[in-house]
């Protein structure tokens, strides 16, 4: 099985003041290890910030150093790949309006990039679940992105492979929740002169997969 998750940070309305929009999150075929791994870093930053282990942790919490580290630590993971989609509301060459539509091409672009570089495998065994904070993405339909996902994959491109996509309370998932660090942290380093610069010098287990969005078409 192959899980994605993902969350976004951001606006992408044109009249919003932000230059930047970014989707990402993380994607594992290797869900099990990678969970029980985070819910030990998990409750080491709640000891450490005094936090209720109920209670949520957000990148709201954190400090960029304190989301720098477990970016980090999550890049020393087997199995664990962090990956996400940065969009230049400057250069796409188009003003947005209608959000929703955009989210999910979005999303497709990143499945696309993931699937050319050969981390999402699209045989017919090859399930992919993507995993969604239904908190934050701006969804008319609930079932909008999947439908346009299978049509873009299964009619389009003729790939045998199955995309299930879930909305989840990120207060029930603690995947959503790393979803949401690594988003936050990629769009707080997309405001920095060379963001690139940074994930490259971050990316020494060759596992952060990042690509840039500029032109819409």
Request: proline share 1%; glycine share 4%; charged share 30%.
């Given at each position: 099985?192959?899980?994605?998750?993902?969350?976004?940070?951001?606006?992408?309305?044109?009249?919003?003041?932000?230059?930047?929009?970014?989707?990402?999150?993380?994607?594992?075929?290797?869900?099990?290890?990678?969970?029980?791994?985070?819910?030990?870093?998990?409750?080491?930053?709640?000891?450490?910030?005094?936090?209720?282990?109920?209670?949520?942790?957000?990148?709201a919490y954190l400090n960029m150093e304190e989301k720098m580290d477990i970016?980090?630590?999550?890049?020393?993971?087997?199995?664990?790949?962090?990956?996400?989609?940065?969009?230049?509301?400057?250069?796409?060459?188009?003003?947005?309006?209608?959000?929703?539509?955009?989210?999910?091409?979005?999303?497709?672009?990143?499945?696309?990039?993931?699937?050319?570089?050969?981390?999402?495998?699209?045989?017919?065994?090859?399930?992919?679940?993507?995993?969604?904070?239904?908190?934050?993405?701006?969804?008319?339909?609930?079932?909008?992105?999947?439908?346009?996902?299978?049509?873009?994959?299964?009619?389009?491109?003729?790939?045998?492979?199955?995309?299930?996509?879930?909305?989840?309370?990120?207060?029930?998932?603690?995947?959503?929740?790393?979803?949401?660090?690594?988003?936050?942290?990629?769009?707080?380093?997309?405001?920095?002169?060379?963001?690139?610069?940074?994930?490259?010098?971050?990316?020494?287990?060759?596992?952060?997969?990042?690509?840039?969005?500029?032109?819409?078409?």
């Amino acid at each position: 099985m192959q899980y994605l998750f993902l969350d976004e940070s951001g606006n992408l309305h044109k009249n919003s003041p932000d230059r930047f929009f970014v989707i990402g999150g993380i994607f594992t075929n290797n869900y099990t290890d990678i969970k029980k791994s985070y819910v030990e870093i998990n409750k080491e930053l709640k000891e450490k910030l005094n936090m209720d282990f109920e209670a949520e942790l957000k990148a709201a919490y954190l400090n960029m150093e304190e989301k720098m580290d477990i970016v980090v630590k999550l890049s020393q993971m087997k199995g664990m790949y962090i990956v996400g989609i940065i969009v230049d509301k400057e250069k796409i060459g188009i003003e947005i309006e209608r959000i929703h539509l955009y989210y999910n091409y979005i999303i497709r672009k990143l499945l696309d990039y993931l699937i050319k570089i050969k981390l999402i495998r699209i045989g017919k065994n090859d399930d992919l679940y993507l995993n969604i904070d239904k908190s934050s993405m701006k969804i008319e339909d609930i079932n909008s992105l999947q439908n346009y996902l299978r049509t873009h994959f299964n009619i389009e491109k003729d790939y045998p492979f199955e995309i299930t996509v879930a909305y989840w309370d990120s207060k029930k998932n603690y995947m959503v929740q790393v979803a949401d660090m690594m988003v936050n942290t990629m769009w707080n380093l997309a405001q920095t002169t060379k963001p690139f610069y940074i994930f490259n010098h971050l990316n020494k287990n060759k596992n952060m997969i990042i690509c840039r969005l500029n032109k819409i078409k």
